[in-house]
């Protein structure tokens, strides 16, 4: 799917109202991809209202809505998961976006939501575009994916 930043952002809110407690969504895409931005838009779905920031030094930044968001950043930890209790997010009352989340390989959930992001143009400031496939990975996923 293509969208410029306005059209993925309304994509992005709509996934969010349809998501539950305890879903895992997995952004990957390179630097300036549109990560973040796509968590805004979940998070305006789950009714959370403040200022979307990227925990890239924060390793998780957490916000209350509909349900809690737990915004991961998982780039820096390298190959120690075990370096914060991602379980407890992963397992808790919210629903947790894992950027870079790739990089955790056989430490990720059995489910979860892939969401891959190709920036094919050279900002959203000119109206580029972006690509996002979803990759489902598990039942809960195709469901979600097939209400969309």
């Known amino acids: 799917m293509k ?4 059209e993925m952002l309304k994509f ?3 996934l ?3 998501l539950q407690a305890q879903d895992i969504i997995v952004l990957t895409g390179e630097l300036g991809a549109g990560k973040t931005t796509f968590v ?5 779905g ?3 209202h403040q200022m979307i920031k990227s925990p890239t030094y924060t390793i998780v930044r957490e916000y209350e809505g509909r349900l809690p968001l737990y915004h991961m950043d998982v780039y820096r930890i390298g190959d120690d998961p075990d370096s914060f209790d991602m379980d407890d997010y992963l397992f808790g009352e919210g629903v947790s ?3 870079w989340g790739e990089l955790l390989g056989r430490d990720l959930p059995e489910e979860y939501l892939e969401i891959v992001f190709d920036k094919y143009a050279e900002s959203f400031a ?4 972006r ?3 979803l990759i489902p990975h598990g039942k809960r996923y195709q469901d979600l994916i097939s209400k969309m």
């Open 3 to 6: 969208f410029n930043e306005s």
């Open 131 to 133: 690509e996002i496939s």
């Open 12 to 14: 992005a809110e709509k």
């Open 46 to 48: 789950l009714d959370i």
């Open 40 to 44: 805004k838009g979940l998070a305006l």
């Open 16 to 18: 969010g109202e349809n």
């Open 97 to 99: 976006v894992i950027e």
């Open 126 to 129: 000119t109206d580029a575009n």
